[in-house]
């Protein structure tokens, strides 16, 4: 009969399942060894022990030699007869349970591991191949995270790098399954999205092929509602742009089914004349858009709070506004009364006229809404 060699893990104080041991001696029971029923254990790789005990310093490991009959089920062993040849202090265990250099776990072939089972590097986590490492079963580096391929990532299956979600390809990303990149919310492609399932970017909504959407199913930019194509769309399916309608191939409706633009009724195909003064005239909407007269008023002043900066304030205004040492300045509330007019009375003749000849011109009620009396 061959002997066995092998190692036994012990109670700190040499106790093992009651029965008390010492170093040097030799143990014999008169029965037949069956493993987890009869007989002394033990495990002929070192490592293996720790599938039953703790990996604990204060536990006693030894060398041992088997010396009768032998039953090997799996990583386990017993005898009915065993030898103590001798203690092997913590610092062998190390070294014999990891191949890797100054691991302070369990089976190491990588170095510097305090987890275990690592092939990699400076892992405080387990099974990771990866280096620096605090989760387990990374590959990639430097992962608190578990399973990750990629690096930094302190969410769990991403071969994507510094992501707090999962299961994300992309970067940067806190929400799940992202190919994207810096994405909050989940399924997104594309990047900047804390909606889900967008291929466009910065999109608040879901699954958007267009970008900067705060609604839904938006193959266009900008829009607030759902499924337009065109862009700056607060209603639905609108293929045009900036329409709170719905349907509208056309820009600019209120209504609802419009070829034409600027239109607040329903299934029109031609631009309607607008009302001046409210009388009707022959003009449209965009051809007032496009008037030298709209360029002219939308010069008119209308600001009622004003920023001043510090370096522009007098020393009155820096003592009812200490504030400014902290924000670098105050709001000012301007006082409007006469700034429309005095904006008039400086405006050429021909601007004048110009206004003056905006279809149905009153003076009457162009004075009750801009307070501007036409001289």
């Not at 001046?276 to 002219?296: C, G, H, P, Q, V």
Request: with cysteine; hydrophobic share 20%.
């Amino acid at each position: 009969m061959e002997n066995v060699k092998g190692y036994k893990v012990f109670n700190p104080d040499w106790t093992c399942r009651g029965f008390q041991y010492e170093v040097g001696k030799t143990y014999e029971e008169d029965v037949t060894p069956s493993v987890c029923d009869r007989g002394f254990h033990f495990c002929k790789q070192a490592k293996d022990c720790f599938n039953y005990y703790t990996f604990d310093p204060n536990n006693k490991v030894a060398e041992v030699i088997a010396l009768g009959e032998v039953a090997e089920k799996g990583d386990k062993c017993c005898t009915n007869k065993i030898q103590i040849v001798r203690e092997i202090s913590w610092e062998e265990v190390l070294t014999i349970v990891n191949t890797g250099k100054a691991c302070t776990g369990l089976c190491n072939s990588g170095d510097w591991n305090s987890g275990n089972c690592n092939s990699g590097n400076y892992n405080s986590g387990d099974w990771n191949s990866g280096n620096c490492n605090s989760g387990n079963y990374n590959s990639g580096n430097y992962n608190s995270g578990d399973c990750n391929s990629g690096n930094r990532n302190s969410g769990n299956w991403n071969s994507g790098n510094r992501n707090s979600g999962n299961y994300n390809s992309g970067n940067y990303n806190s929400g799940d399954w992202n190919s994207g990149n810096r994405n909050s919310g989940d399924c997104n492609s594309g990047d900047w999205n804390s909606g889900y399932y967008n291929s466009g970017d910065h999109n608040s909504g879901n699954y958007n092929s267009g970008n900067r959407n705060s609604g839904n199913r938006n193959s266009g930019h900008y829009n607030s509602g759902d499924y337009n194509s065109g862009y700056y769309n607060s209603g639905d399916h609108n293929s045009g742009n900036w329409n709170s309608g719905n349907w509208n191939q056309g820009s600019f409706c209120t209504g609802d089914f419009n070829i034409s633009n600027n239109e607040t009724g329903c299934f029109c195909t031609e631009e309607h004349k607008i009302r001046f003064f409210d009388k009707e005239s022959d003009m449209t909407f965009e051809l007032w858009r496009n008037s030298e007269a709209y360029r002219i008023l939308r010069k008119m002043p209308f600001e009622s709070i004003k920023w001043i900066g510090a370096y522009d304030m007098t020393d009155e205004e820096k003592n009812e506004h200490p504030e400014y040492k902290t924000i670098g300045g105050y709001l000012k509330n301007c006082d409007n009364t006469n700034c429309k007019q005095e904006w008039w009375d400086g405006l050429t003749q021909h601007e004048k006229q110009v206004i003056m000849n905006i279809p149905n011109f009153d003076a009457e009620k162009f004075f009750k809404i801009t307070s501007i009396k036409v001289k």
